[in-house]
């Protein structure tokens, strides 16, 4: 898949590559749990992380799991290279801005968070004692890795739910497609594919924190989140190019965003979905009839590029309109011979009716 690019996200994502299993820090990090101690772990070592630090000394050796399990018997924190290939100082005391919010209790745990937040980027792992849990924060992300056999199960339901509703989406496309071609499209009909769209979006989202937290045993679960989630992400980025209205204010990508800004509830009412397609009006009349550009079902067919598709549309304007071309204007506007024409307007036609037949057949 490819997933939304979002600064928070990527850092946190980072952070787990660097404890995945397998790892050296992840090792290092088992083997203080499994000896019933505490550790606060900072994975960073630049200006602004020993702007925050007070005491401790200068190490500045190479990492090995079993140095980060003995230092984790000082109280202080350990600080590492940003590539946790290095240890650069330990039994740190870091003083973040006190005025920095924490819903922590632990005291270990308080100074992680502001740690974190302070930081902004860089990853913070505390390590607790009594609990014998592993939590990293970045930024105002918290996430508490779990353990493998717990998060693989979590992963394979995860992936059910993700079938199901990727099953829904290819529904409603499906119908999309059909619609186009008879020019009944609403605007319910597009809001609804937004919304399951972003609705598999953030399942797959899940899964892939997942799959990054667990390592190398998460190569079979990569495959079928791969196999599942296809080009969910292209198809919406043509659904969108379809539907937009015609104007330098608000692109696909803005829509996009603004689908990943929303709240689970508010994604569940499909008003507010369709007010981001800045329709007049906004979301208030779903019934209200729009039109393709074409861009999606033109797209399927054979030996058809992007300059055939953009003259097609600056032409004619919407699908429904090239779909009633006749072969000879057709080869008109992409100067192709009668014989060449004459395949074009067959292969639209033979879009056409499978859409037709894919969803009433």
Sequence with gaps: MSPRHDSGIDALHAALNEVAPGTPLREGLD??????????????????????SSGGFLLDAPFSPQRLSELAKMDGAIILAADATRIARANVHMVPE?????????????????????????PVISVSEEMSVLTIYVGAS????????????????????????????????????????????????????LQRSETVRRIADEIETMIIELGVDARLLRLQLDELYGETDDDVALVLRDYLPDDDRHSGDDCVAELGR?????????????????????????????????YRLLGELPRMNADRIDALINRYGSLPKVLRATAVDLGKVLELDPERAQALKDGLARVAETSILDQYG
């Design 262 to 294: 929303l709240t689970d509830d508010d994604l569940l009412d499909v008003r507010i979905v369709a007010a981001l397609l800045h329709f007049p009006g906004g979301g208030a009349d779903l019934d209200q009839p729009v039109q393709p550009r074409g």
């Design 98 to 122: 006190p005025s920095i919010p924490t819903s922590e209790t632990g005291t270990r745990h308080r100074t992680a968070e502001r740690v974190a937040r302070h930081l902004g980027t860089v």
């Design 142 to 193: 918290k996430h508490v890795l779990q353990e493998i056999p717990r998060l693989l199960e979590k992963a394979g339901q995860a992936l059910q739910t993700l079938g199901r509703y990727k099953d829904r989406l290819d529904e409603s496309v499906a119908s999309l497609s059909a619609l186009e071609v008879e020019d009944l499209v609403t605007l319910r009909d597009v809001a609804l594919v």
């Design 31 to 52: 083997r203080i749990v499994r000896a019933k101690m505490g550790a606060l772990v900072v994975v960073g070592d630049g200006a602004e992380v020993l702007s925050i």
